[in-house]
Structure formats: structure tokens, C-alpha cells
């Protein structure tokens, strides 16, 4: 049953300034707003980034800053209704656009956030993760875990730019974010290895039978695969079920890293995706096409390269505005953490 409760203001001054002097607080003039009914309070608001928008400061920032003096050349896509300064795009998910140069080295180190790299654009760009050489295209999906060695590189020719996505936010408010820096890895040579031995779902090396599971087995999922499978998942899909692809670990089925999800959803020319709303906070980046969104009222516009942060609980409806062609977002939610945690709901 629901009653009005009390305030702070109904007590007496001589009470709040003792229980102030003796570091204690009372509950009841604050549970609603810890325990608001049925849904959550949220700051986080929905947020588009247009990288039309963002392209020519972050090409410009490569003029500004030279690499060694960035370490990591990074515009930060920060919501501003979480805090410019506290660098997130939803309340657990900060992203970044990432640029490199040609010949340029973001030097080798490793932190307790988990990161990925999904590449906007340009050829010639890699990631090295403890020794494994990961090309990067295109719409590939690179992950680099937390505690793994990594660094980047650029042996082509032009820029190439990614969108990082780290679980950032969360590790730092739980004060253990921290990073150790390190020489250049020994490259091995198995360049992309995991790739060969990962090379299709249902397949794994045998040995892995009897061993226990590899954390981290897969670190690239290429986006000409990932396409290819959404599209052939199309040609036996009703029209009305829903292209959409979690990025998983090889062994395990689940979730690829421990906080953040990964998946890709397609969408068929004209076709508008209105999942059931979820718990779980999320981003939209499109891969490719156009078209509108609608999140929790708030209208967009969106085009290739786009990002948009979505609050948890959030109503959304994205619509494919191309009469004839298919358009493909990248998805990150934070729903493999609250899974673990216990809390994960759609509704
Ligand atoms: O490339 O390792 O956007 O360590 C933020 C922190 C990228 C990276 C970011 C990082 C990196």
C-alpha cells in the first residue's frame, strides 16, 4: 500500500543535526526516489551523434594532437545528461570515436575495463591483442578484454577510424579502473588465428573438450560474415521475425564479454524494429542505410555512422526509411552484467 511518507523537514532540527553529526541518514524521506514505483528514475536521455558532425573535429584533432601526445586519439561521445565529465553515453557504456593515421602507433597497454573497437572507416588499420595481429575493416568487431594486452596500428594509407566501447562508466564507479602500460608485444605469428580456429559456429578445436573453456577464444568478428549471416537468416526469416545476431563466445553461446553485449540487427527496406522495452541500457550505431528513430518520444534522424544512446526502460522504435535497401546497426547493452546480476527485464 502506498503512503505519503515523511520528510526531512518534518524532523526536528536538533534530531537531523545529530543524526548529521553521527553520519546517519534517515531512510523514509528518500526510499521513493531509491525505489520509485514501477519504473526507475533516469537521468540518462536519449542522444544522437551524426558523424558528419563529429568527422571533421576528429580529422582536425589528428592536424592538433600528434599521437604521442594523445596515446589514444579519441573524441569522447559523452551524453550531457549524465555529466560531460564523466565521459558516458549511457550510465554504463562509454563510447569514443578513435583515430589513427597512417603509420602511427597507439602504444601497448592493458586495463581492468573491457574494451571493443567497431570500425567506422578505412583500410589498413589493426589491433595487436596479446601478440594476435586483428586486421580491422569495416563493421568489424574486435574485442579487447580486460587485463589483455593491446595496442593499434595503421600500415595503409588514409584514416581509419573506430568507435570504442568500453565498460568504462561502471568499472570507474566501482573505483578499479586502472591501466598498466607496456614494451611493444612480441608479435606472433598467427596473425587472425583465432579466426582459422573459430572459423564456424558449431566447430571447435577438439581439444577444447577437455579443457576448461577459453574466456576469450574469438577477439574479431568480421563484418562480411556477420552481414552474410543476417542476410541469409533474412531469406529464411517470416516477415515479421526479427534479424538480430548476439556476438558470442565460440565455446560458451553466451555473451562474448562479461558487462557489455554485442549483437547486430538488420532491417529490411521500410521495416520498423519496436522490441518490448528492456532493463538493460543500450546504443544504436548504424552500419549502414538511413532512416528515423523515435526513443522514449524523442524523434531522430539517422544516417550512416550514426550512434544513439538509449536510456534503460527505454520505449524505442527504429525505422529503415530505403524502400529498397536493408539497413544494419551495431547494438551494445549492458544486459550480459545485469543477466549476472539477476535484474535483466523486458517488458
Ligand atoms: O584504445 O585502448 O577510447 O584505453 C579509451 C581508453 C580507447 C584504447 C579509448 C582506451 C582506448
Redesign the pocket.
Known sequence: MSHQLGTLEELPLDYRNTLTDLNLVPLWPALRSFLPYGRPTRACEPMLWRYEDVRPLLMRAGDLTPIEKAE?R?L?LANPSLDLATARATPTI?L?L?LINPGET?PN?R?SPS?I?FVVEGEGGFTMVEGERLPMEKGDLIL?PSGLW?E?GHTGSGPVVWL?A?D?PLVYSVEASY?IEGEDQPRNNRADSSQATYRRSGLQPYAALDRPVDTYPLRRYPWREVKAALMDMAGHAGPHDVLHLAYVNPETGRECLPILGFSALALRPGETYAPKRRSASQVLHVIEGEGDAVIDGIEMRWGESSTIAVPTHAEIQVRNNSSTKMAFLFVVDDAPMQRKLGFYEEF
Open positions: 589514444r579519441v569522447i562509454y569514443g578513435q597507439a597497454h586495463h574494451a573497437r579487447t593491446h593499434h570504442d568500453l568504462l591501466c
